[in-house]
């Protein structure tokens, strides 16, 4: 585990979750709903903002503590990675929903921004994290020389 990728991966992978916002900006475009008006564009900024400090939080306090375990288990695969991000998320938004009466419908959109930004969030904290190590170690085995 390099610890310079590793802190590099938890600053800079909770900002891809803000590219669901952007895909949710671009839906509403072209579904003619008003979320380019200057409410539309602070609520859509209010969400990037908590949804980008959640993942930060989740991150922290279960990302490093998943990549310490595989690291150590010297599992390197990005499956692994994406699999276990879209669960935590899943988890916590089933958790969330336990307690509420939201229709099915808001729900399932729950559901699917929360995986959604679990997939993206893990593969770009295992892309910074993870990968390059996986390119050094092959490209080290294959200059080896054997004496």
């Known amino acids: 585990m390099n610890n310079k990728r590793t802190l590099l991966a938890v600053l800079l992978s909770p900002i891809a979750s803000s590219v669901l916002i952007v895909s949710i900006l671009v839906d509403s475009l072209f579904n003619g709903q008003s979320l380019v008006s200057f409410e539309g564009l602070l609520v859509l900024t209010l969400f990037a ?68 930004g679990g997939l993206i969030v893990s593969l770009v904290f295992w892309y910074f994290a993870v990968k390059p190590h996986n390119n050094n170690r092959q490209s080290d085995g294959k200059n080896a020389r054997v004496r």
């Open 49 to 116: 903002i908590g949804s980008i400090a959640v993942s930060y939080v989740f991150v922290l306090l279960v990302g490093l503590p998943i990549h310490f375990v595989f690291s150590k288990l010297n599992i390197t695969s990005w499956l692994a990675y994406t699999l276990s991000g879209i669960v935590v998320a899943l988890s916590y938004q089933y958790i969330q929903y336990l307690a509420d009466e939201m229709p099915a419908q808001l729900q399932e959109a729950g559901y699917a921004l929360y995986a959604g």
